[in-house]
Each structure stands twice: as structure tokens, then as C-alpha cells.
């Protein structure tokens, strides 16, 4: 009976670690400018850690990298949007080489709604 209830609660926990994974933001493969400006909609959102209910607009010149990694080099707005931006935009993975060491300049605005 033991055995049944471990087996049980384990393999609930694997569902339920599952459908967290599986629900979590996964950008698309990124191979056009077209596809990297959809990518960047989709991983950045307003920052649940903002102490202030604000808004923001903030521009961003980013680098894809020799590896196809993106690496923030300058950004413009309020600091409490700064960091989340860049953790967002870092965790991007350009696929075609054709982009790797090409400079974007990106706007972001950040609309705080009740």
C-alpha cells in the first residue's frame, strides 16, 4: 500500500512539473529579422518584480553574437525595467549565421494597465 501511494505522489508530481515546462514562454526558432522582432514580443512582458505601477518606453541596441546569442549593449528607460529587459533578450538564440555580429536597435513600451 506504501509503495502505491510513492508511486502515486510521484507520478503526479512528474504530470504536474510537466505541464509547468510545457506551459512556460519557448521562443521560436530565430531566423529572420521578422522572426527575431515576433521572438522578442513573445519572452518580454511587464515585470512582476516593478515596485511602481508605471509605464515605460525604453530603447535597446542589442548585438547577436558569433554564437548567435544576443547581448544587450545599451538601454534607455526607467532602471526598474533595465535588468528585466536584458535577462529577457539574453535568453534568445539566433539560428541563422547570416545575423550573428549584426546590431539591432529595438523599442519596447511598457503600458502599465489596472
Request: overall charge positive.
Amino acid at each position: 500500500m506504501k509503495r502505491l501511494i510513492k508511486t502515486t505522489a510521484l507520478l503526479f508530481a512528474a504530470a504536474a512539473l510537466s505541464v509547468n515546462l510545457a506551459s512556460a514562454k519557448t521562443p521560436p526558432a530565430i531566423n529572420t529579422s521578422a522572426d527575431l522582432e515576433n521572438a522578442i514580443k513573445q519572452v518580454v512582458s511587464y515585470p512582476e518584480r516593478t515596485v511602481k505601477e508605471i509605464s515605460c518606453d525604453m530603447e535597446v541596441v542589442f548585438k547577436i553574437t558569433d554564437d548567435g546569442h544576443l547581448k544587450v549593449r545599451k538601454t534607455t528607460g526607467k532602471p526598474e525595467f533595465t535588468a528585466h529587459v536584458t535577462e529577457c533578450l539574453e535568453k534568445l538564440q539566433v539560428e541563422n549565421p547570416e545575423l550573428y555580429g549584426r546590431y539591432f536597435s529595438k523599442k519596447i513600451e511598457f503600458i502599465y494597465r489596472k
